[in-house]
């Protein structure tokens, strides 16, 4: 019933469109109750089942069709979105890597990985994957940020404070990227720069608590300029010790 099925995936379009994802999710199961492949509806199937909160029957549609077709690359994409929402960040690498096996330069893979390595502590997998990021597409400058992180938590501060300020340099000027710079400066205890960092961290973010408790630990770092003394002083003085 060609016709029967075609108004059952159009009314289906409709509810997703519209937001009413359980009617679409009804509307999709009786077109494949009448006939129709799965696999032909399974994008927008999951995505009905994303927009009612049901990951779990989502994921298991996905993994499911990447037992017939293993190597679908919006399916592996698809899938690992969904584990990486979830924080399910080690089952989401292998996939992503399945990606890359056949699209090397795939630009959100990449991304994708490396922040999955991240999460996991995989931090020098991270940085490779940001850096091929970079390689790929410059216009991704907020990656350096990211990448910043990652050399501040290996404790790695001069080439934090290098790669925070070429985020800022390319037009990252976000409070993250001024308070992670700042965060590096006072680790290498170059205080006023910290200071100067922490200070742009607030005027764009007067809520961020690290340029908050970074400005605080610096009024005990940074000691006041010693204030000259005036010409007056400086004569009362010399009478003094005449």
Same mark, same amino acid.
């Given at each position: 019933?060609?016709?029967?099925?075609?108004a059952q995936l159009m009314v289906a379009r409709l509810r997703s469109a519209r937001g009413d994802y359980q009617a679409a999710i009804e509307a999709y199961t009786q077109a494949i109750e009448g006939g129709l492949q799965i696999e032909d509806v399974l994008e927008p199937l999951a995505s009905a089942y994303i927009g009612v909160g049901d990951q779990a029957k989502a994921d298991q549609l996905y993994k499911d069709a990447l037992t017939k077709r293993p190597n679908e690359i919006s399916w592996l994409m698809a899938r690992s979105r969904i584990l990486i929402g979830t924080l399910a960040h080690t089952e989401a690498i292998p996939l *992503?890597? !399945?990606? *890359?096996?056949?699209?090397? /330069?795939? %630009?959100?893979?990449?991304?994708?990985?490396?922040?999955?390595?991240?999460?996991?502590? /995989? #931090?020098?997998? $991270? *940085?490779? +994957?940001?850096? !091929?990021?970079?390689? %790929? #597409?410059?216009? &991704?400058?907020?990656?350096?940020?990211r990448m910043g992180d %990652? +050399?501040?938590?290996? &404790? #790695?501060?001069?080439?934090?404070?290098?790669?925070?300020?070429? $985020?800022i340099d390319r037009g990252v000027r976000t409070a993250e990227a001024y308070a992670g710079l700042g965060l590096a400066e006072e680790e290498l205890s170059r205080y006023r720069n910290a200071r100067t960092a922490y200070r742009r961290a607030r005027d764009r973010d007067p809520g961020n608590e690290i340029a908050r408790k970074g400005l605080q630990r610096m009024r005990s770092k940074i000691r006041p300029p010693r204030r000259q003394p005036t010409a007056s002083e400086s004569a009362d003085?010399?009478? !003094?010790?005449?």
């Open positions: 019933q060609p016709g029967r099925t075609d *992503l890597r !399945r990606v *890359l096996a056949k699209e090397s /330069n795939n %630009l959100d893979a990449h991304e994708w990985i490396a922040g999955a390595y991240a999460a996991v502590a /995989n #931090d020098h997998q $991270a *940085l490779d +994957h940001y850096r !091929r990021v970079i390689g %790929l #597409d410059p216009g &991704r400058s907020y990656v350096y940020t %990652l +050399h501040y938590g290996m &404790r #790695d501060f001069q080439d934090a404070r290098k790669t925070y300020e070429m $985020a003085r010399g009478r !003094r010790m005449m």
